[in-house]
């Protein structure tokens, strides 16, 4: 539970540090400044979340019947939305190194891409 309870913090703090950085850019899209500051941010982040993509990897990892068990928990009632998306991807992991890498080609691919909006 403890560690449920800090995935929320750093999600929370990061969701924060992304958004002010986007409105910064956002307010004005010609600031090297800005863009360069959001880059170093966004890397910063991807790093953080192929951190913490191990612990959704290790949960998709636990026997269904634990896992099943995890998810029915009463103290864990708060995070069901989080276990119930470890679950619908449990069927479709990849190996570690191929989810990292992938996290990192969104960095790249599908972010970058939004900018050009």
Known sequence: MTVLKQLE????????????????????????????????????????????????????GIEATKFSELR???????????????AQFRPHTLPKAVEQTHNQDSLTGRQAFSYLN
């Open 9 to 60: 913090s750093i999600a929370a703090q990061s969701g924060c540090l992304y958004s002010y950085l986007s409105l910064v850019f956002s307010a004005d899209t010609r600031s090297t400044e800005a863009k360069q500051f959001l880059d170093k941010a966004m890397e910063a982040l991807t790093e953080v979340e192929n951190q913490l993509l191990l612990f959704d990897l290790e949960l998709q």
């Open 72 to 86: 029915t928990a009463p103290e864990l009632k708060n995070y069901q939305h989080y276990l119930d998306r470890i």
